[in-house]
């Protein structure tokens, strides 16, 4: 059986339905035969490690721990949803508190018994700030840690292929960039459809009107299937954020917008969707092109995720930002 490495993966919050789903998907995509799932709910995880051994992969290597330093120890990868779930009637936001704590401990994890990790993926929400709490506290490189912002892209694409009813694969280069979150900045400069630009199509092909309602589809999307299932998404963020640390261990591309630590004269100190690519060598990111009103709405988004970052700095869970580098020096 040939993987795309023999290095370790942990999964943190392997219990649930997303960290369950994910070590399921790392299996069939043949990552790496060494696979260890982690959650401090022990009877929960082993049910989850029982059902996975019965669905007799061969060649993996899969343990299970609710030991945190026997998890991390010698991980190179490592993937997180071990926040609490949102449920019907909040936003992503109103995790903030409880979310930001176990994201604070888990980068103090990582820096303590995996400081050689090479990368970090952080999808429990608010995935903007719980990925730049993991950041500030595991001491690692910007480049090391993503998070999870992509579902925000993937739903734009489902949304125009059933508007125009064409196939998902005619729709190319969805974006939404900024929080993942209610506040996101959608992007239409950047869509294709069936080789058309959506900007052109907008007005004449597609109302005005339409579109407004489907990009507020697009921002309600996690709510929906909420809505629908009594529960919040779990096969979506499990398949996207294995896709992304498959990337980072030299797999097939990353074709949609991770979150990452940005540095930028306009957008600092804030983890957040820009374009990015996500390699062996970490996480890169450019610059944002879009038109006035799009990146009105990206300055928008980046205000509204500083309100938030300033809360939890209110909170006392993270410092000012003018101490981060004594926790963190490779932040600046």
Known sequence: MEFLTNEKLTIVGAAGMIGSNMAQTAMMMHLTPNICLYDPFAPALEGVAEELYHCAFE?????????IAEALTGASYVVSSGGAARKAGMTREDLLKG???????????????????KHVVVIFNPADITGLITLLYSGLKPSQVTTLAA????????????????SPDAIRNCRTYGGHGEQMAVYASTTMVSDKPLSELIGTEMPVEDWQALRQ??????KNIIDLRSRSSFQSPAYVSICMIAAAMGGRKFDYPAGVYVSTPEFDHIVMAMESTISRDGVSYTTVEGTPEEHAALAESYRHLCTLRDEVIGMGIIPAISEWSTINPNLK
């Open 99 to 117: 979310n930001a704590e176990i994201a604070a401990q888990f980068g103090k994890d990582l820096r303590k018994y995996c400081p050689d990790v």
């Open 59 to 67: 060649g993996v290597n899969l343990t299970f721990t609710s030991d």
């Open 217 to 222: 589809r697009v921002i309600q999307g996690g």
């Open 151 to 166: 579902l925000d892209s993937t739903r734009l694409r489902s949304e125009l292929a059933k508007y125009f009813k064409i």
